[in-house]
């Protein structure tokens, strides 16, 4: 679950994503943050499933526990909104792909193209309502045939490597300061981020592990091999073109680059590649994001209707609604410009708010010595750093989305709480502390703010 929900379809546009930003410099800059920043994450997870056992579907759960109700609503409700666009990128990024044989699917938005990924999109609902542990053993297999590609391209491009094309493409730029440098990564943080989403996958599914120490154990072995996958295809790339074909390149731009190598079979090896991975991905992330309805709905975080299973034990209505959900989105791609980078960015600003809860409970653990007796000591002190390592990675995500996605993301946030009021409802229970009212307003003040800016045309939206 781990590997197949992070190797989805961003890993095929890095080499493009990275060209278009930075160089060689950058790159490396970049992918010693994400990788250790995530990394923290991945540790605040993997302690998390140890210490708190008792808690299932962990983003959700942890942020609820540590924070109040509401902190747990919008931890729920966001990273299933953000995973909403993620699978919508997935279906996009297909249709794209598509489009180099097919030309009337254009670039993933047009008619044609959005009738045949909703067909898709509805195939994999019955697929999965058929029942989870099925649809978990067609994961693996297509996780498997995904990473072959993958594989492939980086032995090839590797074996091609020109240490002067590659030393061409160091500094990413003409100005070589340690501000461009820092202007180049900032740019490249939601792409890496992006590509590592999916970290906490063994952890929502925790409740199906035979033994706890396999979620901690799947999370850090998943998130080592798949940064050793996408730092490799980013950094062999820099050896066989220059960054402004990087930059140029049509996606999946791992094809362009397999192309100038290996000649016209690359790109199409690599779109076969492509369509296998994103809809296994796609597949991971419904499963997951079904899952991300139905436990909060059962702890009364949100409402109760969407609890119900069907005779496959299936969270069926949870599905049901992410289908839904994915459909209308689907929809308003029609109406948007470049929508493959939209649904990334968006995706990977939505999910931001859901990290930074999980690390700040794990952080406010090591504070209060709940779960740590004195023995512990050390081990406390350990994760005290872990912990807070990963809450500055995640403010600093915040910081580089920027005001754009953030105002977007508090526009998807918003409606979001009438569930959360309906839900405090039917438990009869007062919808908000004061502190929860605040944030309300501040998310909603937020909400209203981009609304007005989309509305009046602003370039910053």
Same mark, same amino acid.
Request: net charge neutral; glycine share 10%; with cysteine.
């Given at each position: 679950?781990?590997?197949?929900?992070?190797?989805?379809?961003?890993?095929?546009?890095?080499?493009?994503?990275?060209?278009?930003?930075?160089?060689?410099?950058?790159?490396?800059?970049?992918?010693?943050?994400?990788?250790?920043?995530?990394?923290?994450?991945?540790?605040?997870?993997?302690?998390?499933?140890?210490?708190?056992?008792?808690?299932?579907?962990?983003?959700?759960?942890?942020?609820?526990?540590?924070?109040?109700?509401?902190?747990?609503?919008?931890?729920?409700?966001?990273?299933?909104?953000?995973?909403?666009?993620?699978?919508?990128?997935?279906?996009?990024?297909?249709?794209?792909?598509?489009?180099?044989?097919?030309?009337?699917?254009?670039?993933?938005?047009?008619?044609?193209?959005?009738?045949?990924?909703?067909?898709?999109?509805?195939?994999?609902?019955?697929?999965?309502?058929?029942?989870?542990?099925?649809?978990?053993?067609?994961?693996?297999?297509?996780?498997?045939?995904?990473?072959?590609?993958?594989?492939?391209?980086?032995?090839?491009?590797?074996?091609?490597?020109?240490?002067?094309?590659?030393?061409?493409?160091?500094?990413?730029?003409?100005?070589?300061?340690?501000?461009?440098?820092?202007?180049?990564?900032?740019?490249?943080?939601?792409?890496?981020?992006?590509?590592?989403?999916?970290?906490?996958?063994?952890?929502?599914?925790?409740?199906?592990?035979?033994?706890?120490?396999?979620?901690?154990?799947?999370?850090?072995?998943?998130?080592?091999?798949?940064?050793?996958?996408?730092?490799?295809?980013?950094?062999?790339?820099?050896?066989?073109?220059?960054?402004?074909?990087?930059?140029?390149?049509?996606?999946?731009?791992?094809?362009?680059?397999?192309?100038?190598?290996?000649?016209?079979?690359?790109?199409?090896?690599?779109?076969?590649?492509?369509?296998?991975?994103?809809?296994?991905?796609?597949?991971?992330?419904?499963?997951?994001?079904?899952?991300?309805?139905?436990?909060?709905?059962?702890?009364?975080?949100?409402?109760?209707?969407?609890?119900?299973?069907?005779?496959?034990?299936?969270?069926?209505? /949870?599905?049901?609604?992410?289908? =839904?959900? #994915?459909?209308? $989105?689907?929809?308003? !791609? &029609?109406?948007?410009?470049?929508?493959? %980078?939209?649904?990334?960015?968006?995706?990977?600003?939505?999910?931001?708010?859901?990290?930074?809860?999980?690390?700040?409970?794990?952080?406010?653990?090591?504070?209060?010595?709940?779960?740590?007796?004195?023995?512990?000591?050390?081990?406390?002190?350990?994760?005290?750093?872990?912990?807070?390592?990963?809450?500055?990675?995640?403010?600093?995500?915040?910081?580089?989305?920027?005001?754009?996605?953030?105002?977007?993301?508090?526009?998807?946030?918003?409606?979001?709480?009438?569930?959360?009021?309906?839900?405090?409802?039917?438990?009869?229970?007062?919808?908000?502390?004061?502190?929860? /009212?605040?944030?309300?307003?501040? =998310?909603? #003040?937020?909400? $209203?703010?981009?609304? !007005? &800016?989309?509305?009046?045309?602003?370039? %910053?939206?």
């Amino acid at each position: 679950m781990v590997v197949g929900s992070m190797v989805g379809g961003g890993v095929f546009t890095l080499p493009g994503e990275f060209g278009e930003a930075t160089g060689v410099l950058g790159a490396v800059i970049a992918w010693i943050i994400a990788g250790t920043g995530m990394l923290m994450l991945g540790l605040v997870f993997q302690s998390l499933a140890v210490r708190r056992p008792d808690l299932d579907s962990g983003v959700y759960v942890y942020a609820k526990t540590g924070f109040g109700a509401y902190a747990g609503f919008n931890a729920a409700f966001g990273y299933w909104a953000s995973n909403v666009a993620g699978n919508v990128f997935f279906m996009v990024f297909t249709m794209t792909t598509l489009g180099t044989f097919f030309p009337g699917l254009g670039q993933g938005n047009t008619f044609l193209a959005v009738v045949l990924a909703s067909a898709l999109v509805w195939l994999f609902h019955f697929l999965i309502a058929r029942g989870v542990r099925q649809a978990t053993v067609v994961n693996r297999i297509v996780t498997i045939a995904k990473l072959l590609p993958i594989l492939t391209f980086i032995v090839i491009v590797a074996v091609a490597f020109e240490a002067g094309t590659f030393a061409d493409n160091f500094w990413g730029g003409d100005e070589r300061s340690v501000g461009a440098v820092f202007d180049q990564v900032k740019q490249t943080m939601l792409v890496t981020t992006f590509v590592f989403l999916g970290i906490e996958g063994a952890s929502v599914y925790s409740r199906f592990a035979r033994r706890r120490q396999d979620v901690g154990r799947a999370t850090i072995l998943g998130f080592v091999s798949v940064l050793a996958v996408f730092a490799s295809v980013t950094l062999v790339s820099y050896g066989v073109l220059p960054q402004a074909d990087l930059a140029k390149a049509k996606q999946p731009s791992m094809g362009g680059v397999l192309e100038s190598v290996a000649g016209s079979w690359g790109s199409d090896f690599i779109s076969i590649g492509v369509i296998i991975s994103v809809q296994g991905a796609y597949l991971a992330w419904t499963l997951i994001n079904a899952e991300v309805l139905y436990m909060p709905a059962r702890g009364g975080v949100m409402p109760k209707f969407l609890t119900r299973d069907n005779v496959h034990a299936t969270p069926i209505t /949870a599905l049901l609604t992410t289908t =839904l959900a #994915v459909q209308l $989105v689907l929809i308003l !791609v &029609l109406f948007v410009n470049d929508a493959l %980078d939209f649904m990334l960015k968006l995706d990977t600003a939505l999910s931001l708010v859901p990290y930074l809860l999980a690390a700040a409970y794990a952080l406010k653990l090591t504070i209060t010595r709940e779960t740590y007796t004195a023995a512990d000591e050390p081990e406390r002190r350990k994760q005290r750093v872990i912990a807070a390592v990963a809450v500055l990675y995640s403010i600093f995500m915040l910081y580089a989305a920027g005001p754009k996605y953030l105002l977007l993301a508090s526009i998807v946030y918003a409606p979001g709480t009438l569930l959360y009021l309906l839900a405090r409802r039917e438990e009869g229970l007062r919808a908000f502390n004061r502190a929860e /009212a605040v944030a309300c307003v501040v =998310l909603i #003040v937020a909400a $209203v703010v981009g609304v !007005v &800016l989309l509305a009046t045309g602003s370039s %910053d939206v």
